[in-house]
Every structure is written in structure tokens, then in C-alpha cells.
């Protein structure tokens, strides 16, 4: 099945600094890579995805890059704001069977005002 | 649009006795559905998915049990619960193939006591 790797577990950035988290991944058929945040005591939200036919999105101050040579993927933040504080969860999905979204373990972002 | 409803928010329940935690979800047939636990290291554990009804599949063997007693409702149950059954448990469905995101409830937090 999917592993997906996360990393760091822990982020500590000041505001306005740029953070990034990076993802691997180990199933090449996986061709969708979406990005949750999971703000305390409630569930996680979408806030950017990407399909293995793209290798780059970008959203405001949200960007995500795909390099499926290498299997890894990645989230960038800009200009990082306090209330961006939060855990972010990468994912894989795949293309065949139930579909199944695998998670890696997060990253807590903390954003120092 | 669709919603996912999930409860309770919070649960305090004392070591042997039963469970059950329900989520629904609104405005759309046919959905993947998940339940996940997320304990104190943030990673999300898949426990059930079902691809349809009476369709469950376990992850991980475990103190619990999941049903789908319709489309669009899905039950996390055990009979007697342990403390190691305290976590933040999450509800989550999907369509029921390609790449879509999840999308998941608000969680409820259990505690075993």
C-alpha cells in the first residue's frame, strides 16, 4: 500500500517568514496529492490540492509543487500570518481500489507574531 | 451542497462500557466513509472504510467495529471499551472513485476513563 512520509514534525516560524513541508510518497500510481489544515479541536480542511498532471499550483500565499520522478511533494506558505498556526497533513491517493486517502503524520506550524 | 454531520463533540466514558459515535452525511449518494483516530502524535489512523452498504473494511485490528447500516450513515461502535480507546475520532467521506479529496466532520473527542 501508500506510505507517505512527512516532514518536519514541528515548524517555528516568525511572522511574515516563508515555511515549507515536504512529502514523500512511495506508491507511483498515486496521482492525487491534497493538503489539510487542522486547526485545534476540529477536523481537517482542504486547502490546496494537486493531480499528478500538474507539477506546480498556487493560491494566494499557498503554493504546492509535485515532482512524481521523485515521488515527493510539497507546500509552501508565504508571508505566514499567526493565525496560520496550525497542523498540516499531506495526502496521497491512488488510482485504483477504494481510493483510500493515506495521510502523512503532520507538521505543526507555529507562527510567531 | 454536501455536509458531513458527526457527534458527539465530546465523550466521557468510563472503562467497559459501550460506544457509539455516528456520522451522516447530506447531499450526495453513494459516498466512501471513513473513520480515523488521531491520538496525541497527530497522525490520522485509518480504523474503517466502506465503499457501500454493509461494506466494511478494518484497517487495523482493533477493540472496535464500524457499520453501514445505510448510504449515507456510518457507525463506530465497541462493546467495551479500553483506555487506550481515548483519541480525537474523525469521520470523513469521499466520492466513490478518482481523485477527490475527503472531506471530514468536526471529530469527536473520546474519553476513556
Known amino acids: 500500500g501508500e506510505n507517505v512520509e512527512q516532514h518536519p514534525s514541528t515548524l517555528s516560524v516568525q511572522e511574515g517568514d516563508s515555511a515549507v513541508i515536504k512529502c514523500t510518497y512511495s506508491d507511483s500510481a498515486s496521482n492525487y496529492f491534497p493538503w489539510y489544515k487542522q486547526e485545534l479541536g476540529k477536523g481537517p480542511q482542504l486547502i490546496i490540492d494537486i493531480r499528478s498532471n500538474v507539477g506546480e499550483k498556487k493560491d494566494q500565499r ?3 509543487t509535485l515532482n512524481k520522478t521523485a515521488k515527493h511533494f510539497s507546500l509552501h506558505i508565504t508571508e505566514t500570518q499567526p493565525e496560520d498556526s496550525a497542523v498540516y497533513f499531506c495526502a496521497a491517493r491512488g488510482a485504483g481500489g477504494s ?15 | ?20 459515535l455516528e456520522c451522516t452525511v447530506e447531499g450526495t449518494s453513494n459516498p466512501n466513509l471513513y473513520w480515523y483516530r488521531q491520538a496525541a502524535g497527530r497522525g490520522l489512523q485509518l480504523l474503517f472504510y466502506s465503499v457501500g452498504i454493509g461494506q466494511i473494511s478494518s484497517e487495523v ?8 447500516p445505510q448510504d449515507r450513515q456510518f457507525i463506530l461502535s465497541s462493546k467495551k471499551l479500553l483506555l487506550s480507546d481515548s483519541g480525537f475520532y474523525l469521520c470523513a467521506w469521499s466520492y466513490g472513485g478518482g481523485d477527490t479529496e475527503a472531506f471530514f466532520g468536526q471529530g469527536t473527542r473520546l474519553t476513556v476513563v
Request: charge should be positive; proline fraction near 13%; avoid cysteine.
Open chain 1, 62 to 64: 499557498i503554493a504546492v
Open chain 1, 99 to 113: 481510493y483510500i486517502p493515506t495521510f502523512g503524520r503532520g507538521t505543526s506550524l507555529i507562527v510567531h507574531p
Open chain 2, 1 to 20: 451542497s454536501q455536509t458531513i454531520h458527526q457527534w458527539p463533540a465530546t465523550l466521557v466514558q468510563p472503562v467497559g462500557s459501550p460506544l457509539s
Open chain 2, 61 to 68: 485490528p482493533q477493540n472496535l467495529s464500524a457499520s453501514r
